[in-house]
């Protein structure tokens, strides 16, 4: 390929490292890009909470539009904010390796209050997942809505009287900025694809999509298409409380999901394993289990709520 790749972007630094890797990947198969710097939607508005802004995609449709109007050939997203159904004209073209899938508390003080299943703290996050499972652990503890991007966030855990906020692993791990005073939350399950990095670009761009496979990560891109599956099948988005987890281990993929309701008093979960050659229906087999085990009863309570 001649051509200069267009890489299109947010601008957080996160972003933007996402970004600049794909720019290095592709550059270590002889491809030369650039990136191009979108501000998105939920980059702008960083007070209302995401689940009341038709969270589904916002972080990706401004990167959208600017592929489906060619001016980028490709997208770089955090590959849990992308919608399970992506927009027309629009395909993956690769999923990075993954990083820590793993969700940690970034705490002040100290963290006696989580050795006490009676204590009052004041927990930050604007994720529904993140809060739905914190309250199922600690029903006594107050969830403050937290927004903006990594560096925004980590300085409002600072500057207010919380005893901690929950922040992805990967989000801080990657660009260097892991505070000393947190810890991963082991209990906690991840959203679906949490820790991978998705490429996107115009289903008719053969060219770009072709250089594009040269950086897919396959056994991210199974654990994660499972996770999505299972999100797609229970019919879920950012507005509603899914975690899913798929691992590889010896030829044998493991699988977990659950469903919560919005408060952490109720949910359903499941676990299952098959062989990497069975595992195709995995996500969607864990899903229609869960719907069948209460999980419909969950998922129609939020939408009706």
């Known amino acids: 390929m001649s051509k200069v790749l267009r890489i299109g972007t947010r601008e ?5 490292w996402q970004a600049e890797l794909v720019k290095a990947q592709l550059a270590q198969h002889s491809i030369e890009s650039e990136l191009v710097f979108i501000k998105s939607e939920g980059d702008i508005d960083l007070v209302t909470p995401l689940y009341e802004i038709g969270v589904q995609g916002i972080f990706t449709k401004t990167l959208d539009a600017a592929l489906l109007t060619k001016r980028i050939d490709l997208a770089v997203h955090s ?3 992308v919608p399970v159904q992506l927009a027309k004209g629009i395909v993956q073209a690769a999923v990075l390796q993954r990083a820590s899938y793993k969700d940690i508390l970034v705490y002040k003080g100290n963290t006696d209050f989580l050795n006490d299943p009676n204590s009052t703290a004041i927990i930050a996050t604007s994720s529904i997942r993140r809060k739905a499972q914190w309250l ?3 029903p006594n503890h107050t969830i403050e809505n937290l927004r903006g991007n990594v560096n925004t966030r980590l300085q409002k855990v600072k500057d207010n009287n919380w005893n901690g906020a929950i922040f992805a ?5 990657r660009i260097n900025i892991r505070p000393g005073n947190s810890i991963d939350i082991t209990w906690m ?5 949490q820790g991978a990095i998705m490429v996107v670009c115009n289903e008719d761009d053969s060219a770009t999509k072709h250089v594009c496979a040269a950086l897919n990560d396959e ?3 199974v654990c994660t298409k499972l996770e999505r599956d299972f999100l797609k099948t229970l019919m879920g988005g950012c507005s509603t409380p899914i ?3 798929a691992t590889i281990e010896k030829d044998m993929v493991h699988f977990r999901g659950n469903i919560y309701s919005l408060d952490g008093s109720e949910f359903t979960e499941i676990e299952k394993t098959a062989s990497i050659n069975e595992a195709t229906s995995l996500g969607i087999d864990a899903a229609k289990e869960l719907l069948v085990n209460g999980a419909d009863k969950i998922s129609a309570a939020i939408r009706n709520g």
Do not use: C
């Open 219 to 221: 056994a991210t891109a």
């Open 12 to 16: 957080s630094q996160l972003a933007v």
């Open 243 to 245: 975690s899913a987890l």
């Open 189 to 193: 399950l991840p959203a679906p694809a």
């Open 169 to 173: 692993a990967a989000g801080v791990e």
């Open 136 to 138: 199922h652990h600690y």
């Open 79 to 81: 590959m849990k904010d």
